[in-house]
């Protein structure tokens, strides 16, 4: 069982940044890849960035929807148990409920999501 917090959301102004933090809690939080996702007002949620599990062999991959390529950053620190979103340069249409969820890349599929954090980007 994974519980997962997000924090780290607001309100910004378009060029500025942000970092969202997911906050995981179980010790098999290093067994999945995690993702992030988001939801615009009045459109379906989307995945915006992903990122494979811990492994001592090899370093984590990462994968962005085009949208977000060059922009924003995903990365974990196995030691907090902690994925992070880096965003910067951010735009309006960037606002959305963004969701963290631990599960599968490579199936699509997500097991365990968290509540969510509002990002809003004003022009």
């Known amino acids: 069982q994974v519980q997962l917090v997000e924090s780290g959301g607001g309100l910004v102004q378009a060029g500025g940044s942000l970092r969202l933090s997911c906050a995981a809690s179980g010790r098999t939080f290093l067994l999945y890849d995690m993702a992030w996702f988001r939801q615009p007002p009045g459109k379906e949620r989307e995945s915006i960035a992903t990122?494979?599990?811990?492994?001592?062999?090899?370093?984590?991959?990462?994968s962005y929807a085009d949208s977000v390529k060059g922009r924003f950053t995903i990365s974990r620190d196995s030691a907090k148990d902690t994925v992070y979103l880096q965003m910067n340069n951010l735009k309006p249409e960037d606002t959305a409920v963004y969701y963290c969820a631990a599960g599968s890349t490579s199936t699509g599929k997500y097991e365990y999501w968290g509540q969510g954090t509002q990002v809003t980007v004003s022009s």
């Open positions: 990122i494979t599990r811990f492994s001592t062999r090899f370093s984590s991959s990462t």
